[in-house]
């Protein structure tokens, strides 16, 4: 059985939802869990503490160890306490899931620079304030897991979500980088694409009546989420730089694959009608590869040139 012996792992948003689950089970498997919970609504009004201290009193009752925190991840100062909780108490690091966020639905052209950047900050931005300071500590063990939660909005498109798709898609450049920096630390960085029944999908589509009715709903049990959440943040887990779906017990690779393309011959000075021309090449999407950092597409393309050096 993977378990979490001797290791601690923040869970961000923890308090409710997908969250809590992950803690929970993460703590059942011998982790001491920071549970971090700004408390808020869905949209990021208000806070409370009780939303932190439900998860961690449950933890308790059922002999694992836990602690509270309420720091929002949307700022450095609250990304930096967030890390110093699990420190201070717990005297180290091991596991990181960035998982806490808002929702709300907005029509692009209505969309304004305040809800824009209140998405960003709460899900992009603290992914970032969270991740440093992690990283910081995990690079001084030589061991850590990041585990983003992202979404499958952002990789592939959802209506009334640019604010939201943007910075879900951001969070999976995050994790790139994380992983490639991160390899030589002992550090593993990968993105998770969930779906699970919580308050994100029962108030956004506001009718009871609906949830109960429709398979799909009853499918897509939060708890279906956490097996994957889990293994990517064990030591079990040697993956790294990579996204999964998980959607209703279905775990899934998701990647960007890179077309092989149409490659203009030398010294041809290609035009718009001969990339007209090519179009089926240039938009084909087999045969692919899928690169693990910028530099597997340059090789690839100063092969087929002939370019060395
Ligand atoms: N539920 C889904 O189907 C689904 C799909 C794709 C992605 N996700 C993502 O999964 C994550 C969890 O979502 P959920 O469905 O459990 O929603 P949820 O609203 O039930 O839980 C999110 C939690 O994050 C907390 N939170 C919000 N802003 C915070 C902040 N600034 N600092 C600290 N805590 C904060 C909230 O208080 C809340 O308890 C989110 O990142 C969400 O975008 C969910």
Redesign the pocket.
């Known amino acids: 059985m993977i378990d979490f012996d001797d290791q601690v792992a923040v869970v961000?948003?923890?308090?409710?939802?997908?969250?809590?689950i992950y803690a929970l089970e993460l703590a059942r498997r011998g982790a001491a869990v920071v549970v971090?919970?700004?408390?808020?609504?869905?949209s990021?009004d208000g806070?409370?503490v009780a939303?932190a201290d439900q998860v961690v009193d449950e933890i308790v009752a059922s002999g694992g160890t836990a602690v509270a925190s309420?720091?929002?991840?949307?700022s450095p100062e609250?990304g930096e306490a967030i890390v110093r909780t699990a420190v201070e108490r717990f005297g180290r690091l091991d596991a990181v899931i960035?998982?806490?966020?808002?929702?709300n639905s907005i029509p692009f052209d209505e969309l304004s620079p305040e809800d824009w950047r209140r998405m960003l900050?709460?899900?992009l931005d603290?992914g970032f304030y969270l991740s440093q300071p992690a990283f910081r500590v995990m690079k001084n063990q030589g061991y850590g897991r990041f585990v983003f939660?992202?979404?499958?909005?952002g990789m592939f498109g959802q209506h009334l979500e640019a604010h939201?798709a943007a910075a879900?898609a951001g969070l999976v450049g995050l994790a790139n980088v994380i992983a490639l920096e991160g390899a030589p630390h002992g550090i593993l960085a990968n993105a998770v694409?969930?779906?699970?029944?919580?308050?994100?999908?029962t108030e956004t589509l506001g009718d009871p009546k609906a949830l109960e009715d429709n398979g799909f709903f009853k499918a897509?049990q939060?708890e279906l989420v956490a097996p994957l959440v889990v293994y990517l943040a064990s030591r079990d887990c040697s993956l790294s730089h990579q996204n999964f779906s998980a959607c209703a017990g279905r775990f899934a690779r998701v990647f960007v694959g890179l077309g092989e393309g149409w490659l203009a011959p030398t010294d041809s000075n290609p035009t718009a009608d001969d990339v007209a021309a090519h179009l089926s090449e240039v938009a084909a999407t087999e045969p692919f590869t899928v690169p693990e950092s910028i530099y597997d597409e340059v090789f690839a393309v100063t092969e087929r040139l002939g370019v060395t050096g």
């Not at 309420?70 to 949307?74: A, E, G, L, N, Q």
């Not at 694409?193 to 999908?201: D, K």
């Open positions: 961000t948003g923890a308090g409710r939802g997908l969250g809590r971090n919970d700004l408390g808020g609504s869905m990021g806070s409370d939303v309420y720091d929002s991840v949307d609250g960035s998982n806490a966020g808002i929702f900050r709460v899900h603290g939660i992202a979404s499958s909005a939201y879900k694409l969930p779906f699970g029944i919580s308050r994100m999908v897509i939060p």
